[in-house]
Structure formats: structure tokens, C-alpha cells
């Protein structure tokens, strides 16, 4: 997996994490992603998928409706926020690497979070996610647009094709530990 907790403690770049990665290697940062949430989750049941944690630092100021933004994310709310934000990097990823000029806008899709009540539906949610994701690196062309780059409003570097993929595992990566706690909880509370 890669080191994103460098990226977060600003000892490397994204450019010098991503350095070298070709679609290839996203397909396998990929599926070691999924296969890590996957097992983050088993053992879980459907009454896991929807405890509600205690988490005192929740705040989502993105929250649709106001009064979510200090809504501690049960494990449903977390599966669907995670694969969406990792299928709209990928999606975003692929026009990039099609040569298509980074556009600011959003290319997101994610089910309500209040639809996602049993574990196999978390489970689907994942496979299903994968199979988009990998899907999206099957449709860059031979040899990718990796000079199509934008201008990070974040961080000020120039972000390509494989970049702007991989911000979506490091989405991924900022939840895992996330996604433990809920679930330690959980099991925890059916004790």
C-alpha cells in the first residue's frame, strides 16, 4: 500500500509517492484497497452496519442536511462515502488520462447512506466499487495523457492522471482507521 501517512506528515509529495506508478500498479493499490475494507469488515452483521458510534470529533461540513454535520458515520455511511469518492477520482482520472482538460467540477455518485442497512450490502457495495474503479483504468489509452495535469488548489502541485487516481486511495487510506473504530465498536456493543 502506499505511504500516505507521508503524505499527511508533508515528508513526501503525492508526485514523489506516485513517482513511477502506472495503471498496472493502480489496479493493484486497487484491489489491495477493497481487499483491506473487505477484511476490515468481516465478521461484521447487519446490526453492525447500522450501530451508531460515538465519535466526539464528527463534523461533516459537506453534510447535505445541517443537521448531519456533527453525525458520527455508522459503518453503511462510510462504505458508500468512501467508494464514491474513490469511483469519482477514478472517473476523473480516466478523462485526464483520455486527454480530456481538467474540468472543476464534481463526478460524483453516491447512494444515500440511509439505503446501506446489512453487511452483504456493504460487501456488494465494494465489489461493485472495485469493478468501476478498475474498469475506469481499462479505458486509458496507450500511452495515457500524463502531461494533462491541474494546478492542486491544496497542495499547489501539478497533478496528472495517475495523481489525481491515487487521491482517491488516499481518501481511502484516511478512513481506514475510521472504519476499525466503527467496527470495534460494534462488535463491541453486541458483546
Not at 481487499?35 to 450501530?51: M, N, S
Not at 480516466?94 to 460487501?123: D, L, N
Not at 491544496?154 to 487521491?167: K, N, W
Request: hydrophobic residues 35%.
Amino acid at each position: 500500500m502506499i505511504d500516505f501517512d507521508a503524505l499527511r506528515k508533508k515528508e513526501k509529495t503525492l508526485a514523489e509517492i506516485c513517482r513511477g506508478l502506472a495503471a498496472d500498479d493502480l489496479r493493484d493499490l486497487t484491489n489491495e484497497m477493497v481487499d483491506r475494507q473487505l477484511a476490515l469488515i468481516a465478521g461484521c452483521t447487519d446490526e453492525d452496519v447500522v450501530f451508531e458510534p460515538q465519535d466526539p470529533e464528527a463534523h461533516d461540513p459537506y453534510a447535505e442536511d445541517p443537521r448531519d454535520e456533527d453525525l458520527a458515520w455508522n459503518l453503511g455511511h462510510l462504505i458508500v462515502h468512501v467508494t464514491a469518492s474513490s469511483e469519482e477520482a477514478a472517473f476523473l482520472a480516466a478523462e485526464m488520462a483520455r486527454g480530456v482538460p481538467y474540468q472543476q467540477r464534481r463526478s460524483r455518485s453516491e447512494v444515500h447512506w440511509t439505503t446501506m442497512r446489512t453487511i452483504e450490502g456493504c460487501r456488494q457495495r465494494l465489489e461493485e466499487s472495485r469493478r468501476m474503479r478498475l474498469a475506469t483504468l481499462d479505458i486509458w489509452p496507450d500511452p495515457p495523457h500524463l502531461d494533462n495535469t491541474y494546478v492542486s488548489p491544496y497542495s499547489g502541485e501539478h497533478i496528472d492522471p495517475v495523481m489525481r487516481f491515487a487521491l482517491g486511495l488516499r481518501h481511502d487510506h484516511g478512513h481506514l482507521a475510521q472504519i476499525e473504530e466503527v467496527v470495534r465498536q460494534g462488535k463491541s456493543a453486541r458483546a
